[in-house]
């Protein structure tokens, strides 16, 4: 049996868009070896898979993610028409609430924290109370591609601007320890290809539902225009580089008990097609280094 069997764990989930999909297969290597996660702080994608883990529906979103194929990426991003950023969010939003429920923070089983950036005076924001998605909305609101989020006044957007490894959300918890998910890691010397799997995603039974589902949340033709996401590639490369910055500050000011390192060019932000892929390294990943130092 694990010598860790029963630990206790805060769990923080970083922010860096597709790449956040190896947060589940962390989530799973855990859940295996007997770790107990009982908080959970995430920015962007981190609160994104941290809300829905503490929600329980870790499981549904999984077999959603890896079913998703790249045309429904597309059309999940409903195209806003002024210049606050590209997409309103609300699709995706509304396909995760159908697919979790719609439930508050102070419902879930562990307790959860979303960051977020306050963008008119320049703060972070930590969300623990209140609509799950709401939460999440605001942390993922990724400067130029997401509108920012509008709550109690305030115009809220991507934690990692200001805090891509919140860490400090956890200072009070009661856990054995603390597990870091960085996604600013060291770049690999060469970017993986991409792997093909042996059955597109397009041809299951799953994705046809999805795109089903998807095609009826379209309302008008003009939101389903279709655009070049690579024309933000260079926008978020540089996003990238401020959060790698952040974070190595951050990690060295509040050092967890461990942290996972994620190469920050494993994949670009909106590769989410690739899930299986980031799943599997993210449990790879911690296989590799949990038992090594803890």
């Given at each position: 049996?694990?010598?860790?069997?029963?630990?206790t764990v805060?769990?923080?989930?970083g922010?860096?868009g597709?790449r956040?999909?190896?947060?589940?297969g962390?989530i799973?290597?855990?859940?295996e070896?007997?770790?107990q996660i009982?908080?959970i702080?995430?920015?962007?994608?981190?609160?994104?898979?941290?809300?829905?883990?503490?929600a329980?529906k870790?499981?549904e979103?999984e077999?959603?993610?890896?079913?998703?194929?790249?045309l429904?990426i597309?059309?999940?991003?409903?195209?806003?028409?002024?210049?606050s950023?590209?997409?309103k969010?609300?699709?995706?939003?509304?396909?995760?609430?159908?697919?979790?429920?719609?439930?508050?923070?102070?419902?879930?089983?562990?307790h959860f924290t979303a960051v977020?950036a306050?963008?008119?005076?320049?703060k972070?924001?930590w969300?623990?109370?209140?609509?799950?998605?709401d939460?999440i909305?605001?942390?993922?609101?990724?400067?130029l591609l997401?509108t920012?989020?509008e709550m109690?006044?305030d115009?809220?957007?991507?934690?990692?601007?200001l805090?891509?490894v919140?860490i400090a959300?956890?200072f009070?918890?009661q856990t054995?320890?603390?597990?870091?998910v960085?996604?600013s890691?060291?770049?690999?010397?060469e970017?993986?290809?991409?792997?093909?799997?042996d059955?597109s995603?397009e041809s299951?039974?799953?994705?046809?539902?999805i795109?089903s589902y998807?095609?009826?949340?379209?309302?008008?033709?003009?939101n389903?225009?279709s655009f070049?996401?690579d024309?933000?590639?260079?926008?978020?490369?540089a996003?990238?580089?401020?959060?790698t910055t952040?974070?190595?500050?951050?990690?060295?000011?509040?050092?967890?008990?461990?942290t996972?390192?994620?190469?920050?060019?494993?994949?670009s932000?909106l590769?989410?097609h690739?899930?299986?892929?980031?799943i599997?390294?993210?449990y790879?990943?911690?296989?590799?280094?949990i038992p090594?130092?803890?």
């Amino acid at each position: 049996m694990n010598n860790q069997q029963g630990k206790t764990v805060s769990l923080v989930l970083g922010s860096g868009g597709a790449r956040g999909l190896a947060h589940i297969g962390i989530i799973h290597w855990l859940e295996e070896h007997g770790y107990q996660i009982r908080s959970i702080s995430g920015c962007s994608i981190g609160a994104l898979i941290g809300g829905i883990y503490a929600a329980g529906k870790l499981d549904e979103y999984e077999a959603w993610v890896r079913a998703i194929g790249r045309l429904d990426i597309i059309n999940l991003l409903d195209l806003s028409w002024n210049n606050s950023g590209l997409i309103k969010g609300d699709k995706i939003i509304e396909t995760l609430t159908e697919l979790v429920g719609d439930i508050n923070i102070e419902q879930l089983p562990i307790h959860f924290t979303a960051v977020a950036a306050n963008l008119d005076n320049n703060k972070e924001v930590w969300l623990d109370r209140g609509p799950l998605f709401d939460a999440i909305r605001a942390s993922i609101s990724l400067p130029l591609l997401f509108t920012p989020f509008e709550m109690n006044g305030d115009r809220l957007i991507d934690g990692g601007v200001l805090n891509p490894v919140p860490i400090a959300p956890t200072f009070s918890d009661q856990t054995d320890l603390t597990i870091a998910v960085n996604l600013s890691g060291e770049p690999m010397i060469e970017t993986p290809k991409e792997k093909k799997p042996d059955v597109s995603p397009e041809s299951l039974p799953l994705h046809q539902r999805i795109s089903s589902y998807i095609n009826d949340l379209t309302d008008s033709v003009s939101n389903r225009r279709s655009f070049d996401l690579d024309a933000y590639d260079i926008a978020h490369q540089a996003f990238d580089a401020m959060q790698t910055t952040i974070a190595r500050q951050k990690l060295a000011a509040y050092p967890p008990d461990l942290t996972i390192d994620i190469s920050r060019n494993i994949c670009s932000t909106l590769e989410f097609h690739r899930a299986a892929e980031m799943i599997e390294l993210g449990y790879n990943t911690a296989d590799r280094v949990i038992p090594q130092h803890i």
